[in-house]
């Protein structure tokens, strides 16, 4: 994965590298150490060790939780990389903890990153960017959480060649509208590809649908409270359908 790694010898100067990131996840590592998994815009998923940020003399501690939008430098080693300097480029952590709901959704942002992006150091900069995205929505433009998380995971699977069709039939491409909504399938389905325990949305529910797939945010606001947790529902059955199993975390979250 680093190729410069590869030519290690002693007093060989250590080959840095720069990116920025969002922080996925921590977990703790020996005394004072902890493992710092990020979504980057230039190396994808990073798995990188943060030296000594356990105590409270750290430097850069609490800049490296969970949504902290980040600017980093990191120093190649065999294994694991490690940070050795970290500035904050948007405060989303503190943002994100300060809201159960913003933090409860965005929680399945990170999560879902995680999985989407399967292999460690290969660029995925569409959702790097689709995360960056959902939480400057979150936390700037102060969208509703849910939506974003929804509008999130849709344009996740889309990003990852699991785009769902919400006019076309999704197995016959004959244009809709469609009554039948079919997670295995792929999106709505014609009445003669309907497939049985086929899903029957509201025609609302499948405009706000693609509403949020292409983020009309418009038709999003106007729509009623009804269709968008019908539309909740219909998105979660899509990521469980598409992800192996489903995810711990969209279980907590508000709808
Ligand atoms: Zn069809």
């Known amino acids: 994965m680093h190729a410069?790694?590869?030519?290690?010898r002693q007093n060989e100067a250590v080959p840095y590298y720069r990116d920025e990131g969002v922080v996925l996840r921590t977990q703790k590592?020996?005394?004072?150490?902890?493992?710092?998994?990020?979504l980057?815009?230039?190396?994808?998923?990073?798995?990188?060790?943060?030296?000594?940020?356990?105590?409270?003399?750290?430097?850069?501690?609490?800049?490296?939780?969970?949504?902290?939008?980040?600017?980093?430098?990191?120093?190649?080693?065999?294994?694991?990389?490690?940070?050795t300097q970290a500035e904050t480029l948007r405060p989303y952590a503190a943002r994100m903890g300060a809201d159960y709901g913003a933090y409860t959704a965005g929680t399945?942002?990170?999560?879902?990153?995680?999985?989407?992006?399967?292999?460690?150091?290969?660029?995925?900069?569409?959702?790097?960017?689709?995360?960056?995205g959902a939480l400057r929505a979150v936390c700037e433009a102060g969208r509703p959480a849910p939506q974003v998380l929804d509008a999130f995971l849709l344009r996740s699977l889309a990003v990852n060649g699991y785009a769902p069709s919400f006019d076309a039939c999704a197995r016959c491409g004959v244009e809709g509208p469609h009554v039948a909504f079919n997670p295995s399938a792929g999106?709505?389905?014609?009445?003669?590809?309907?497939l049985p325990g086929s899903a029957r949305p509201a025609e609302e529910t499948v405009s706000v649908l693609a509403a949020l797939l292409s983020g009309d945010w418009d038709v999003v606001t106007a729509a009623e409270e009804r269709h968008l947790r019908?539309?909740?529902?219909?998105?979660?059955?899509?990521?469980?359908?598409?992800?192996?199993?489903?995810l711990r975390s969209l279980s907590h979250v508000q709808r």
């Open 4 to 8: 410069a790694g590869a030519a290690y």
């Open 108 to 132: 399945v942002m990170l999560e879902t990153a995680e999985r989407l992006v399967t292999e460690d150091g290969e660029p995925a900069v569409q959702q790097y960017l689709l995360l960056v």
């Open 230 to 246: 019908e539309a909740s529902t219909l998105v979660a059955a899509y990521l469980a359908w598409h992800l192996e199993r489903g």
């Open 29 to 38: 590592l020996g005394e004072a150490d902890r493992i710092i998994t990020l």
């Open 40 to 83: 980057t815009r230039e190396h994808g998923r990073v798995r990188a060790v943060a030296k000594g940020v356990r105590r409270t003399t750290s430097r850069f501690g609490a800049r490296l939780e969970p949504f902290s939008h980040v600017d980093l430098q990191f120093a190649e080693a065999r294994t694991l990389d490690v940070i």
């Open 187 to 194: 999106g709505m389905l014609c009445a003669g590809c309907r």
